[in-house]
């Protein structure tokens, strides 16, 4: 009889730990820009890259647009010079440092312009 219970409060357990172990749903994002246009869209906490992406390409409504995925857990901005058609886009864990590493590979682009971010999104 003991062993029955060792067994069973075993089983437990592992259920347990199946349950509220579980790592929470990974969600994906994407950011889509067109250079020519200037045309952009985004978006985040999609449940795959592949549905991030094409939500992203939809909505930026443009044939030239391109798309770039942004991990789970993972910020993504995008900025854009005020005067030209340069702009700089950036990945990473925080939304502070996508934001300033989108504006600088933003600024390398431009010559007379000032970048500023004009989409940035986190993951859950």
Known sequence: ????????????????LLVNGAPAHAEYGAIAYDQMTGSYASSSNEPTAARAKELALKNCGSP????HAVEPHGCGALAKSDTDKAWGGADRETLDAAKREAVEHCQT?????????????CNR
């Open 1 to 16: 009889m003991r062993g029955t219970l060792l067994i069973a409060g075993g089983i437990a357990t592992v259920i347990l």
């Open 64 to 67: 030239g647009c391109q798309v």
């Open 109 to 121: 682009h431009t010559s007379t312009g000032h970048c500023n971010v004009v989409v940035s999104a």
